[in-house]
């Protein structure tokens, strides 16, 4: 797969396609089921409990980590592929990679099953109606530039709003790190919210707002509305919820695996996702990425280096190719500084980078905390 390149041939008036990669992690699910007041949470902590409740197998290897981490009082206790890691190294036990992916098989099994009770049919039901009476899908992606306007120290330098015009494609890829369909069905763009040809006679289909806030800093005001194209895409790169044998957990690869070799490759997400082949020949071509709901934690890691090659790169006047969008959730009585969301972003990447490379690259990252009272627009669940 890959950004396809649209021409008038497709939208008649196409002045510039602008393509958005969206990484949405496990932060968006727990939005929805805490919003909805579901029984179930996706949280690593609930589904170990759902194991104990269900007497699953006391001798799975990576119970019996997750289950000695919580002993320990690990914060991270129950983190699945957390536990994977360890495993294989000498704090774990020094385990075969073998035995340690038998038993993230049988977890592999037991999540599935567990997800069917996160995400059942009416919770899907009850989002896809309010993302359609609520035009959610839609305003997220027509209207994140005021999130940014509120909630970024740095929208002054944010370059990508100036750059949008009237009669321009937002081509929003969200690459969906979460199993279950939430997002999907949050962001499908149905015909209450959306409709493919607008107009009688013009093509144009959605309207995007450079400065929702009137931003003082910002490109025109709320009133400017770019008569434009939208087309979007989800992906699932690490499976999803209806395919059980598709569900992914592991550990992080080297960028220089040594696919046929390493004895640890059972164990890798990228290995078996096929990050190189099926997604590395995106992020050249991204001109903003935005990551939400993440942890940004290191069994990710290869995507993170490659967000972070990107927003690395400039043409030869020095432009930067490409910018980011962070959001952060964290509790009222505990806002998050930019710095300590820049330091997780950083730690994810885990590169050998020096101080000057990295200033250049944390300009080019807008970085938008928000809380459970002070939502964004973007992916808000109503």
């Given at each position: 797969?890959?950004?396809?390149?649209?021409?008038?041939?497709?939208?008649?008036?196409?002045?510039?396609q602008h393509?958005?990669?969206?990484?949405?992690?496990?932060?968006?699910?727990?939005?929805?089921?805490?919003?909805?007041?579901?029984?179930f949470s996706?949280?690593?902590?609930?589904?170990?409990?759902?194991?104990?409740?269900?007497?699953?197998?006391?001798?799975?290897?990576?119970?019996?980590?997750?289950?000695?981490?919580?002993?320990?009082?690990?914060?991270?206790?129950?983190?699945?592929?957390?536990?994977?890691?360890?495993?294989?190294?000498?704090?774990?036990?020094?385990?075969?990679?073998?035995?340690?992916?038998?038993?993230?098989?049988?977890?592999?099994?037991?999540?599935?099953?567990?997800?069917?009770?996160?995400?059942?049919?009416?919770?899907?039901?009850?989002?896809?109606?309010?993302?359609?009476?609520?035009?959610?899908?839609?305003?997220?992606?027509?209207?994140?530039?005021?999130?940014?306007?509120?909630?970024?120290?740095?929208?002054?330098?944010?370059?990508?709003?100036?750059?949008?015009?009237?009669?321009?494609?937002?081509?929003?890829?969200?690459?969906?790190?979460?199993?279950?369909?939430?997002?999907?069905?949050?962001?499908?763009?149905?015909?209450?919210?959306?409709?493919?040809?607008?107009?009688?006679?013009?093509?144009?289909?959605?309207?995007?707002?450079?400065?929702?806030?009137?931003?003082?800093?910002?490109?025109?005001?709320?009133?400017?509305?770019?008569?434009?194209?939208?087309?979007?895409?989800?992906?699932?790169?690490?499976?999803?919820?209806?395919?059980?044998?598709?569900?992914?957990?592991?550990?992080?690869?080297?960028?220089?695996?040594?696919?046929?070799?390493?004895?640890?490759?059972?164990?890798?997400?990228?290995?078996?996702?096929?990050?190189?082949i099926e997604?590395?020949?995106?992020?050249?071509?991204?001109?903003?990425?935005?990551?939400?709901?993440?942890?940004?934690?290191?069994?990710?890691?290869?995507?993170?280096?490659?967000?972070?090659?990107?927003?690395?790169?400039?043409?030869?006047?020095?432009?930067?190719?490409?910018?980011?969008?962070?959001?952060?959730?964290?509790?009222?009585?505990?806002?998050?500084?930019?710095?300590?969301?820049?330091?997780?972003?950083?730690?994810?990447?885990?590169?050998?980078?020096?101080?000057?490379?990295?200033?250049?690259?944390?300009?080019?990252?807008?970085?938008?905390?928000?809380?459970?009272?002070?939502?964004?627009?973007?992916?808000?669940?109503?």
């Open positions: 797969m890959g950004y396809r390149a649209f021409t008038t041939a497709e939208y008649s008036e196409l002045r510039s393509n958005i990669m969206v990484l949405v992690g496990n932060g968006f699910d727990i939005q929805v089921t805490r919003r909805y007041e579901s029984r996706p949280r690593y902590p609930a589904f170990y409990h759902y194991l104990l409740s269900r007497d699953f197998d006391s001798s799975n290897l990576v119970v019996q980590q997750m289950t000695v981490a919580k002993k320990d009082g690990e914060e991270n206790w129950s983190d699945v592929e957390g536990a994977i890691g360890r495993l294989i190294t000498r704090a774990g036990g020094w385990h075969s990679a073998g035995d340690v992916y038998e038993a993230t098989l049988a977890i592999q099994a037991a999540f599935s099953e567990y997800l069917e009770l996160v995400a059942p049919p009416d919770l899907l039901a009850r989002v896809g109606r309010d993302s359609a009476e609520g035009s959610l899908a839609v305003k997220s992606m027509a209207d994140f530039v005021g999130d940014v306007a509120r909630g970024s120290q740095t929208f002054s330098s944010f370059a990508f709003p100036e750059e949008t015009c009237h009669y321009d494609l937002f081509n929003y890829l969200f690459v969906n790190f979460n199993y279950t369909p939430l997002l999907d069905d949050y962001v499908f763009r149905d015909a209450q919210q959306f409709l493919p040809q607008a107009h009688k006679y013009a093509d144009r289909n959605f309207i995007f707002r450079p400065n929702p806030t009137s931003h003082p800093n910002g490109s025109g005001d709320r009133q400017t509305g770019w008569s434009s194209y939208l087309r979007s895409e989800v992906i699932h790169p690490h499976g999803q919820q209806p395919i059980p044998r598709s569900l992914l957990f592991g550990i992080d690869a080297p960028d220089d695996l040594a696919a046929g070799r390493d004895p640890h490759r059972q164990l890798m997400k990228p290995y078996w996702a096929m990050n190189r997604y590395a020949h995106l992020f050249a071509d991204t001109r903003l990425f935005i990551i939400f709901g993440c942890s940004l934690g290191a069994s990710d890691g290869w995507w993170w280096r490659r967000v972070y090659e990107a927003l690395n790169r400039e043409d030869a006047n020095g432009t930067p190719l490409s910018e980011l969008i962070i959001y952060w959730w964290s509790p009222l009585d505990s806002p998050v500084a930019r710095e300590e969301v820049l330091e997780a972003f950083f730690s994810g990447v885990a590169g050998n980078f020096g101080e000057q490379e990295r200033a250049r690259v944390a300009n080019r990252i807008q970085v938008v905390p928000y809380t459970d009272e002070t939502p964004p627009v973007f992916l808000a669940t109503p």
